[in-house]
């Protein structure tokens, strides 16, 4: 697994990497976070575009 697949988003959100993936020809964004020293992924928040901010 890459975890660094997402695009990392800037400024205030600097922290939040964003995949983009489709479910049911709906276009979906996974945020999360990943913390190289403990190997630990954090999921944020899975969620249509229009409902992700």
Do not use: A, C, W
Not at 38 to 43: A, G, K, P, S
């Amino acid at each position: 697994m890459n975890p660094y697949i997402g695009t990392q988003k800037k400024g205030d959100l600097s922290f939040l990497r964003v995949y983009k993936f489709t479910i049911n020809q709906q276009l979906m964004l996974l945020g999360y976070t990943y913390e190289e020293e403990r190997l630990t992924l954090t999921l944020l928040k899975p969620g249509s575009h229009e409902h992700f901010y």
